[in-house]
């Protein structure tokens, strides 16, 4: 889980923003690029999940300069029939094909009821919720999910072969903050895991149904985007170019008045703060809520940089001739 580091560094958003736009600008993206992606990293920083927030950039900047990803993607519209669409990323970063995927299908679901995107031949494209979140806002139910290159064989371990399974749902809430679930169905359960012969003993189907998600978000979120099994049929640009993602949207209007829905949405947040927690947690929160009080609090306060992403921060700094403002 990403929990906030017990030892940190408080950094405000706009330093933060300004380092990953001159990090990405020295791996050879354009900055108008390097500033939407440092939006995006920074944004996820404020919401406490770290795994895929500014720290990423180090890896991100790593890939460009070597080669791997186009820092420069020019996104295109593959395919429009009308509700459903295939977006090209052309070798660079997820980001910025699955945006543009998520602002096409946000105007055509309202006009068709649900709509759907899959992009394709791209690198990571960082938290699922970053997309849900945007249909989201605007009214609509989301599922999103990903799929990436596999290097599976006979004999290897059968917790390789969901992958990275990132998926995320969203609901809307009207002028509350949405209800999103955003998850990687196999964390805490990769090959090697201490926690898997434990949950295997007592809480089997636990295991089972990570299993089944992660499958789905390959077959959804990879296959569908045209990555294959073996690598050697791949068709990419660039070498880190292998990933493709799935995006749902469906208008809540065609159902129920959306206030009506979003009202219920409300109650049910609200209701659920007032129940028992879990055993060793404080209180009892639907999914998101603790992301949106986080991002509220730190963008005044500034981002817990904690010592390892600063270590990470700080490496990458040097490597690219840069100096951490923090």
Same mark, same amino acid.
């Given at each position: 889980?990403?929990?906030?580091?017990?030892?940190?560094?408080?950094?405000?958003?706009? +330093?933060?923003?300004?380092?990953? +736009?001159?990090?990405?600008?020295?791996?050879?993206?354009?900055?108008?690029?390097?500033?939407?992606?440092?939006?995006?990293?920074?944004?996820?920083?404020?919401?406490? +999940?770290?795994?895929?927030?500014?720290?990423?950039?180090?890896?991100?900047?790593?890939?460009?300069?070597?080669?791997?990803?186009?820092?420069?993607?020019? $996104?295109?519209?593959?395919?429009?029939?009308?509700?459903?669409?295939? $977006?090209?990323?052309?070798?660079?970063?997820?980001?910025?094909?699955?945006?543009?995927?998520?602002?096409?299908?946000?105007?055509?679901?309202?006009?068709? #009821?649900?709509?759907?995107?899959?992009?394709?031949?791209?690198?990571h494209f960082g938290a699922a919720g970053i997309y849900s979140r945007i249909l989201a806002s605007a009214g609509l139910i989301a599922y999103v999910t990903s799929g990436h290159q596999l290097e599976l064989a006979p004999g290897r371990s059968i917790l390789e072969a969901p992958g990275g399974s990132p998926m995320s749902f969203a609901v809307p809430?009207?002028?509350?903050?949405?209800?999103?679930?955003?998850?990687?169905?196999?964390?805490?359960?990769?090959?090697?895991?201490?926690?898997?012969?434990?949950?295997?003993?007592?809480?089997?189907?636990?295991?089972?149904?990570?299993?089944?998600?992660?499958?789905?978000?390959?077959?959804?979120?990879?296959? =569908?985007?045209? $990555?294959?099994?073996?690598?050697?049929?791949?068709?990419?640009?660039?070498?880190?170019?292998?990933?493709?993602?799935?995006?749902?949207?469906?208008?809540?209007?065609?159902? =129920?008045?959306?206030?009506?829905?979003?009202?219920?949405?409300?109650?049910?947040?609200?209701?659920?703060?007032?129940?028992?927690?879990?055993?060793?947690?404080?209180?009892?929160?639907?999914?998101?809520?603790?992301?949106?009080?986080?991002?509220?609090?730190?963008?005044?306060? #500034?981002?817990? +940089? #904690?010592?390892?992403?600063?270590?990470?921060?700080?490496?990458?700094?040097?490597?690219?001739?840069?100096?951490?403002?923090?």
């Amino acid at each position: 889980m990403n929990q906030p580091p017990e030892s940190y560094t408080r950094v405000a958003p706009s +330093v933060m923003t300004d380092f990953v +736009v001159a990090l990405a600008c020295r791996a050879g993206m354009p900055e108008d690029k390097g500033r939407f992606l440092a939006g995006l990293l920074v944004d996820n920083d404020l919401r406490g +999940v770290f795994s895929h927030g500014s720290r990423q950039i180090a890896t991100y900047a790593r890939l460009m300069r070597d080669g791997k990803l186009n820092p420069d993607p020019h $996104v295109r519209l593959v395919r429009d029939d009308d509700a459903t669409l295939l $977006v090209d990323g052309d070798g660079g970063l997820g980001y910025f094909a699955s945006y543009r995927a998520a602002e096409e299908v946000v105007s055509r679901a309202k006009r068709y #009821g649900i709509a759907s995107a899959v992009t394709r031949h791209h690198g990571h494209f960082g938290a699922a919720g970053i997309y849900s979140r945007i249909l989201a806002s605007a009214g609509l139910i989301a599922y999103v999910t990903s799929g990436h290159q596999l290097e599976l064989a006979p004999g290897r371990s059968i917790l390789e072969a969901p992958g990275g399974s990132p998926m995320s749902f969203a609901v809307p809430a009207g002028d509350a903050p949405a209800m999103v679930l955003d998850f990687g169905a196999m964390h805490d359960l990769y090959p090697g895991s201490p926690h898997v012969p434990g949950l295997m003993a007592n809480t089997p189907g636990l295991v089972f149904r990570s299993l089944g998600l992660g499958y789905m978000c390959q077959a959804l979120g990879g296959f =569908l985007a045209g $990555v294959p099994l073996e690598e050697e049929r791949a068709v990419k640009s660039h070498p880190g170019a292998n990933q493709g993602s799935l995006l749902v949207a469906i208008d809540v209007s065609r159902f =129920l008045p959306p206030e009506q829905f979003e009202r219920e949405v409300r109650a049910y947040s609200e209701m659920v703060t007032q129940m028992e927690p879990l055993p060793g947690q404080s209180r009892s929160l639907v999914p998101g809520a603790l992301e949106a009080e986080r991002e509220k609090e730190w963008r005044n306060s #500034g981002i817990p +940089v #904690g010592d390892e992403h600063k270590r990470t921060l700080a490496e990458a700094a040097r490597e690219f001739g840069l100096s951490l403002p923090f």
